[in-house]
């Protein structure tokens, strides 16, 4: 059986989802432990979205096969009484045997929140990138609708040996605000590695007037990461949501 | 002068309000260390309430006296530059000479947050006490409608040697939710060493059912700290507000 799990963690102390030779502190690398403990058997949970170290998630979603019959209810409550209280999962549901949640995702929200007006935001403040100075959002939002669309992003990927197709569609980049804080929220069809945390270190120099909106048409067309700003702190970004097709939907 | 502080912190790597002996990590010894620096004179932080190790701050207020003349403003951007990031000082402003954060404080709101419904909810893990259990709200109500007025609260008094009076006034104890936690808010005109904690431990052994409503009345009445229930964890405390009369408004 198929199972899909909905998960919530704070990215703070792990080395981001994905489990990586001997270090085994990743999301991915904590789950997988616990199932194994519950099942007897070696399990692989696939992720959704590989985030960073230092990103979190509030929807999150992964799935994994299991041999025998488990009820999904029993199999969260394991999870959440033996994984750390730093991870949750928040929803379990049998999928059908071909769904992957990285494979079959058509939609993914992540959101990036900018800490302004000088306030530290004690209660907050890993969920967020602290940023020292003032910022035109107008002109950040003129920059953002450049990106809106389908394009190479080959600018905004930190994986300089990207064989695969660096092409994406961003649907929306929405800008609200959060307790007095700034908050852009991406959707699309996937995002490359890095890919938000450029693009908001490059909205972030456009909105201190580092450079102008249009400024970012030219960096996508120059298929060059140099071109693109700096990289936003990882502890600022939030995987929201994950959305399939509506014969995975619930 | 004579400043007032509002400050957030989050309580859970510190050892409370209070500098005790060589014990330096404290909120009140980490305002006096950058104090200190910035005016280059000793300085004595009073705070209104004594918070234990553990617990948080919304809305702390302490005062402050110092030589020479000194903009507020500069003195927050200061202490909020150099505090930790798990300090934060919300606002400041000029008292009366004889202002004392803790002396002249009309009353006080504490909230305590529990954790119900099995949510392990990540991101508010530290403020809240994640409780295993069901809970009969009502019930609770009925044994918070006891200790409503003043009353002697020897029994909820963590502090057996206490010389002092251990009379208070509490005028409201408020049931509220909050994201699915239940919220108890306790407002008075003070509250004894461990108060708030024996008090909710204490109702929530009534809300599993552990003890009667009723025997609220009884503790009360007998005055010893024995009769009463356990005292819930720190980390779902919270120090909220602190009311001056309106000669101390802003």
Redesign the interface.
């Known amino acids: 059986m198929n199972y899909r799990i909905t998960i919530?963690?704070?990215g703070s102390r792990y080395n981001g989802w994905q489990k990586q030779g001997n270090t085994s502190n990743t999301i991915q690398g904590r789950l997988e432990e616990v199932l194994e403990r519950m099942a007897g058997q070696a399990v692989e949970v696939h992720g959704a979205g590989r985030t960073d170290a230092g990103v979190?998630a509030l929807g999150q979603t992964a799935n994994f096969h299991l041999q025998g019959e488990w009820d999904p209810g029993e199999i969260r409550r394991y999870l959440?009484r033996y994984l750390p209280?730093?991870?949750?999962v928040t929803a379990i549901d049998r999928v059908p045997p071909r769904f992957h949640s990285r494979l079959s995702a058509r939609e993914k929200v992540y959101r990036y929140r900018i800490g302004t007006g000088?306030?530290?935001?004690?209660?907050e403040?890993k969920?967020r990138y602290?940023y020292p100075g003032e910022l035109d959002v107008e002109a950040m939002k003129q920059g953002a609708a450049f990106c809106i669309g389908t394009h190479d992003f080959k600018s905004f990927c930190a994986n300089r040996h990207m064989k695969k197709s660096t092409v994406r569609t961003i649907t929306e980049i929405a800008f609200g605000q959060k307790e007095g804080d700034l908050v852009i929220t991406f959707t699309g069809d996937g995002f490359l590695y890095h890919m938000i945390r450029i693009l908001t270190g490059t909205l972030l120099e456009i909105g201190s007037g580092q450079r102008r909106p249009e400024e970012m048409k030219e960096i996508l067309e120059g298929k060059n990461r140099a071109l693109a700003g700096r990289t936003a702190p990882a502890q600022g970004l939030m995987l929201v949501a994950v959305r399939y097709g509506d014969e995975y939907e619930v």
């Open positions: 919530q963690y704070d979190h959440n209280d730093d991870i949750e000088g306030r530290k935001a004690v209660f403040r969920y602290l």
